[in-house]
Protein backbone atom coordinates (compact mmCIF):
# COMPACT_ATOMS: atom_id res chain seq x y z
CA UNK A 1 0.00 0.00 0.00
CA UNK A 2 2.79 2.46 0.91
CA UNK A 3 4.74 1.58 -2.44
CA UNK A 4 1.81 2.70 -4.72
CA UNK A 5 0.91 6.04 -2.50
CA UNK A 6 4.52 6.70 -3.46
CA UNK A 7 4.49 6.22 -6.95
CA UNK A 8 1.54 7.54 -7.62
CA UNK A 9 3.24 10.77 -5.74
CA UNK A 10 6.33 10.81 -7.68
CA UNK A 11 4.28 10.48 -10.79
CA UNK A 12 2.53 13.38 -10.03
CA UNK A 13 3.12 16.34 -12.42
CA UNK A 14 1.89 19.94 -13.55
CA UNK A 15 2.65 21.56 -16.43
CA UNK A 16 3.31 25.30 -16.45
CA UNK A 17 3.31 28.18 -19.04
CA UNK A 18 4.94 31.09 -19.52
CA UNK A 19 2.29 33.66 -20.82
CA UNK A 20 4.13 37.09 -19.53
CA UNK A 21 6.82 38.80 -20.40
CA UNK A 22 10.07 39.31 -17.61
CA UNK A 23 10.53 42.63 -18.79
CA UNK A 24 10.14 44.84 -16.47
CA UNK A 25 10.09 42.24 -13.59
CA UNK A 26 11.89 41.79 -10.33
CA UNK A 27 15.05 39.68 -9.86
CA UNK A 28 13.45 37.96 -8.04
CA UNK A 29 10.31 36.98 -10.10
CA UNK A 30 12.55 36.21 -12.52
CA UNK A 31 14.70 33.77 -10.26
CA UNK A 32 11.60 31.91 -10.05
CA UNK A 33 10.20 31.91 -13.67
CA UNK A 34 13.97 30.64 -14.47
CA UNK A 35 13.95 28.17 -11.38
CA UNK A 36 10.89 26.46 -12.88
CA UNK A 37 12.29 26.25 -16.40
CA UNK A 38 11.00 28.65 -18.52
CA UNK A 39 13.17 30.26 -20.99
CA UNK A 40 11.04 31.87 -23.67
CA UNK A 41 7.30 33.19 -23.82
CA UNK A 42 4.52 30.27 -24.54
CA UNK A 43 7.21 27.61 -23.70
CA UNK A 44 5.83 24.36 -21.58
CA UNK A 45 7.54 22.33 -19.06
CA UNK A 46 6.09 19.64 -16.90
CA UNK A 47 7.46 19.63 -13.23
CA UNK A 48 6.66 17.59 -10.18
CA UNK A 49 3.70 18.50 -8.07
CA UNK A 50 5.29 19.12 -4.73
CA UNK A 51 4.93 22.47 -2.61
CA UNK A 52 7.59 23.99 -3.70
CA UNK A 53 6.87 23.99 -7.23
CA UNK A 54 3.14 25.23 -6.25
CA UNK A 55 4.79 28.12 -3.97
CA UNK A 56 7.30 29.56 -7.26
CA UNK A 57 4.19 29.46 -9.30
CA UNK A 58 2.24 31.34 -6.56
CA UNK A 59 4.86 34.03 -6.61
CA UNK A 60 4.56 34.77 -10.46
CA UNK A 61 0.49 33.91 -10.85
CA UNK A 62 0.51 36.96 -14.19
CA UNK A 63 3.75 35.51 -15.41
CA UNK A 64 2.78 31.68 -16.01
CA UNK A 65 -0.27 29.31 -16.15
CA UNK A 66 -0.67 25.92 -15.42
CA UNK A 67 -2.20 23.98 -18.32
CA UNK A 68 -3.60 20.75 -17.27
Do not use: F, N, W, Y
Request: with cysteine; aromatic share 0%.
Amino acid sequence: MARASKAAKAAATVKIKQVGSLIGCTDKQRACVRGLGLRRLHQVVERQDTPMVRGMIGKVPHLVVVVE
